[in-house]
């Protein structure tokens, strides 16, 4: 891992955004904010968190049962074990850990439930864009993209383009290989042309389970069902912000702190460093400022409100993996490669819905 590119571009970009962020606040101030919080206020916050978490196992189960129906009361578990990998391991690795757990507990095909985890993210990115939307007449949100701009060197068109493109790409890719499987094998087919021979049958099999887990997008019915229930997700994590918010000098009405949620959670859509530190802090400290907060009680919202969510669900996601005899260097080493290799469960697929 260690020897990864992608590891290595992810960190410098993590650490250049964390220091900028640090740059361009008074460290003292920022202390000083910190100290005066009120920190009772991030246990109702948390609570809210872990009501998302439970929305979020209430959809995947919408986006597994074409493989097989699991409960959200066994996804919640599956869940929080997803989200403690990827506070522990950059690159978003906590998804091959999430898949690698459900096949392990469940019997599902890793390849078809890693699917539906990256399906899960693009219909993320889609309900926190139509939430940015439908906040633009309210907030200055051209402000913000322009000072953001700024401070990057960024064009405000090319960032827009950066942050929108990849979520229309993919999931008018999922939509089209999902809805039309014969499409999808057509692309499979394609894809499998430029694989060297000997591989050729293990990365034509692995794509096909692949697209398995894109069989969700057949349903009209289940696709308005996944986007809608995306929003009780992002309406739970926005009511963690603006709880917590309550503690710090942030006077932000709960329209603003939604918007504070898109913001956070699309920049840390990026795989960088594990737990999205770095983006995270800088996005949630500059929207606010753009919102007219101070920055350094910005800054010491941002800290604060980070910590409360990466470290209760990575101690509760820990304790799970203790409860399954499981360790999570166990998890991490053996996804992706039993995926690569193909030597994972058979697919439970059969149940339609």
Do not use: C
């Amino acid at each position: 891992m260690l020897k990864s590119r992608r590891f290595w571009v992810g960190a410098a970009f993590s650490i250049g955004l964390l220091g900028l962020f640090f740059w361009q606040v008074d460290i003292g101030e920022t202390a000083s904010a910190l100290k005066r919080a009120n920190y009772w206020w991030v246990v109702p916050g948390v609570g809210a968190y872990f009501i998302a978490v439970l929305f979020r196992a209430i959809r995947w189960h919408f986006l597994l049962r074409p493989l097989k129906p699991v409960s959200p009361r066994r996804l919640y578990p599956v869940v929080i074990v997803g989200y403690m990998a990827n506070n522990l391991l950059p690159v978003r690795l906590g998804e091959f850990v999430r898949a690698f757990f459900l096949g392990h507990r469940e019997g599902v095909s890793k390849t078809a439930t890693l699917a539906t985890i990256i399906l899960e993210r693009v219909f993320d990115g889609v309900g926190l864009l139509i939430l940015a939307l439908v906040l633009l007449p309210f907030l200055p949100i051209t402000d913000i993209l322009s000072d953001f701009a700024d401070d990057t060197g960024v064009p405000v068109a090319l960032l827009i383009l950066a942050v929108v493109g990849p979520f229309v790409i993919v999931l008018a890719l999922f939509f089209s290989a999902g809805a039309y499987p014969a499409f999808g094998r057509k692309i499979v087919m394609f894809l499998t042309k430029f694989v060297p021979r000997a591989l050729k049958v293990s990365v034509e099999s692995i794509l096909l389970k692949f697209l398995e887990g894109l069989a969700s997008l057949r349903s009209p019915k289940r696709i308005l069902a996944l986007l809608l229930l995306t929003f009780p997700i992002w309406f739970a994590e926005g009511t963690m912000y603006w709880l917590i918010s309550f503690g710090f000098n942030v006077d932000q009405p709960f329209h603003g702190m939604m918007f504070v949620t898109s913001t956070s959670n699309l920049a840390t859509s990026i795989p960088a460093s594990a737990g999205g530190v770095g983006p995270f802090e800088y996005a949630t400290k500059v929207t606010l400022e753009g919102l007219g907060t101070a920055a350094e009680a910005a800054a010491a919202f941002a800290i604060v409100l980070h910590v409360a969510l990466l470290a209760p669900v990575t101690l509760v996601g820990l304790v799970v993996l203790w409860m399954e005899n499981l360790s999570l260097g166990d998890l991490a080493r053996q996804p992706a490669g039993e995926m690569l290799e193909g030597s994972e469960a058979p697919s439970a697929s059969g149940t339609k819905s």
